[in-house]
């Protein structure tokens, strides 16, 4: 008997025929096929139009993005615009208003001022006259008297009223307070007033006298700049002067006069006199 061929043996053997061609068809199902390398012009222009298309998309956004901007600014730009436009107007009227109601103020103020003026036309102040003087009671009467002793008046000025200033009550080494005094007749204040002003000093028991028309507030803190200048022309030979109601110096020198409302004005006008 022949011997029987091991299976090692069968296997061993290579195939072939129908055999191979089977095994490759069955090798080649079972694998997936192979890409075809791209060639590179075709990726030149992948990259190319890749480019095109990420440039035309950013230059419609910038395009959009700026056409919406720009809408925007114009559309704030115009409100805000209008809304200042707005508050100047409102402004300018409240500025008017303002300044009507300033000058409406300032006329009511010096109305109020020439009415306290007017209310004070007939009143003088006197100071020097001690208070608690056992030897001068404030009466209406006694200041009658006072008045027309110390400036020898034919007779004697009717008061309607004489008091104190409402200042505080001095310290016993103070200055007393001023008397002012209310008279009846208008014509007997502007005769003492010029008495007054006519004598170097006014006496009267002993007591050194200052007499002096009641003014309002604002026109004595007006006068009161002029002070400093009077001391010095009171030291000048040849110069004359006097005080005008309300504020007004008037200089007189070698025949010429001229009126100061300023107190500057007036000190640089005195500097070009002779000593």
Do not use: W
Not at 74 to 88: A, I, P
Not at 106 to 131: F, M
């Amino acid at each position: 008997m022949p011997p029987k061929a091991s299976k090692s043996s069968a296997s061993s053997q290579p195939l072939n025929g129908p055999a191979l061609t089977a095994a490759s068809s069955a090798s080649g199902a079972a694998s997936p096929p192979r890409e075809k390398p791209a060639s590179p012009s075709l990726a030149k222009e992948l990259a190319v139009l890749k480019s095109d298309i990420i440039q035309a998309v950013t230059s419609e956004l910038t395009r959009a993005l700026t056409a919406e901007f720009h809408s925007i600014s114009r559309d704030y730009h115009s409100k805000l615009q209008t809304e200042l436009q707005e508050m100047k107007s409102e402004l300018l009227r409240d500025n008017a208003s303002l300044r009507a109601e300033l000058g409406e103020l300032a006329r009511v103020d010096a109305k109020c001022e020439d009415l306290e003026a007017r209310s004070r036309r007939q009143n003088i102040r006197i100071t020097g006259v001690p208070e608690g003087d056992s030897q001068f009671t404030l009466s209406n009467s006694n200041v009658s008297e006072l008045l027309k002793e110390a400036l020898s008046l034919e007779k004697s000025p009717l008061v309607d009223r004489a008091h104190r200033s409402l200042a505080p009550h001095p310290k016993p080494d103070g200055p007393p307070r001023p008397i002012i005094v209310k008279l009846h007749y208008f014509e007997d204040c502007v005769r003492i007033l010029r008495e007054a002003r006519n004598r170097p000093r006014i006496t009267f028991s002993d007591m050194n006298l200052s007499i002096y028309p009641d003014l309002t507030s604002k026109v004595a803190k007006t006068r009161a700049a002029f002070n400093a200048i009077r001391r010095k022309l009171r030291s000048m030979d040849g110069v004359k002067y006097g005080m005008f109601y309300p504020a007004r110096l008037r200089i007189t020198y070698k025949g010429e006069s001229r009126e100061f409302t300023s107190a500057t004005e007036a000190e640089r006008f005195i500097s070009t006199m002779p000593g």
